[in-house]
């Protein structure tokens, strides 16, 4: 299934960007949690205002 926050075309944003992510299934086949680290790209987004660095 793709990822992404709202469903439909609708909240795509203006420049046609597209969901870049795919959840999917892994090689161990059963559910894995590992820590990330995650860079917020600069972004009108309201929610990553602010950050700067690398989110762990």
């Known amino acids: 299934m793709k ?3 709202l ?3 609708r909240f795509l944003p203006a420049d046609g960007d597209e969901r870049r992510f795919t959840l999917s299934d892994n090689r161990n ?3 894995e949690c590992r820590w990330v ?3 917020a790209e600069k972004s009108p987004c309201i929610w990553t205002q ?7």
């Open 3 to 5: 990822a992404g926050l």
């Open 7 to 9: 469903p439909g075309r």
């Open 29 to 31: 086949g059963r559910f």
């Open 37 to 39: 680290t995650l860079k």
């Open 50 to 56: 602010g950050i700067e660095e690398p989110v762990v």
